[in-house]
């Protein structure tokens, strides 16, 4: 049993499931591989992917139709991923854009190419209004890779994070792959999930990157990536986290960047 906390299942919103029938066969995958619900997360870019609260309820709503008629065991819940912008906590506040499962967790974006110096007060904005950031990918966002005792003090000021089960499996460079062991290893990292944009590249399968989780720290908090987190932030709960492991020096070696206790 395990609970994919973000998919681009959703047809035609994004740049993840074209159709109908991709978005079936996704979950179909899904199903087969032992997850048991997920929280459907298309992109909100502003100017881009306007997919606000409405339309992503009715598309969920269908798809759960769907699904339904073909006899697929898959739960989903609306979600969105929500492309960092300094108007986001008063339109998450308002109401126009959808927190995970509408229950007060929101999945943040972050941009590749620079972030915004104040983004702590915009993290501490959110969490005044009530809201708790999740960030998703951590792991292939460039400016971490090279800071990571940013995304450390994010952590320890109650920030939770997620990374792409694709990471550990080799389907990205070898640098975001350690960088993902890293993070894992570090406490950094509170959920494992697909982001699955279709059956090729971010395939809809959590199994293999769990077993990962589980032989670099074990069977319980690999359930807790995919299982005890996911059910928490579903039900609006507050999450129980390990204190991550301090970070304290870091060297170039072989092209990558190694990380020392």
């Known amino acids: 049993m395990m609970i994919d906390m973000h998919s681009h299942i959703l047809p035609a919103l994004d740049d993840g499931a074209a159709d109908w029938d991709q978005a079936i066969a996704m979950a179909r995958v899904a199903s087969g591989d032992g997850i048991t619900e997920v929280v459907c997360t298309p992109h909100w870019v502003l100017g881009k992917y306007d997919n606000s609260r409405e339309i992503i309820l009715d598309r969920v709503a269908e798809l759960k139709e769907r699904l339904a008629d073909k006899q697929i065991p898959l739960d989903v819940h609306p979600g969105a991923e929500l492309r960092i912008d300094m108007s986001l906590p008063q339109r998450v506040k308002s109401g126009e854009l959808l927190t995970l499962n509408d229950a007060g967790y929101v999945l943040l974006e972050l941009p590749d190419e ?31 890779r090279e800071n990571p ?13 997620q990374i792409t089960a694709a990471s550990l499996q080799e389907e990205f460079a070898e640098e975001i792959r350690e960088f993902a062991v890293f993070l894992v ?77």
């Open 149 to 161: 005792r940013r995304l450390f003090d994010w952590v320890e000021a109650g920030i939770l994070t």
């Open 185 to 261: 290893e570090r406490r950094l990292v509170h959920m494992l999930v697909t982001d699955s944009h279709g059956l090729r590249m971010r395939k809809p399968i959590l199994s293999e990157a769990r077993r990962v989780v589980e032989g670099l720290v074990g069977t319980e908090a690999a359930q807790r990536m995919v299982l005890d987190t996911p059910r928490h932030i579903l039900r609006g709960e507050p999450v129980p986290v390990v204190d991550p492991l301090p970070i304290e020096e870091r060297k170039k070696k072989s092209g990558f960047w190694s990380f020392l206790k």
């Open 114 to 144: 620079i972030l915004p110096d104040n983004l702590g007060e915009f993290f501490w904005d959110l969490q005044i209004a009530g809201f708790r950031p999740i960030l998703s990918h951590v792991e292939r966002n460039p400016i971490i």
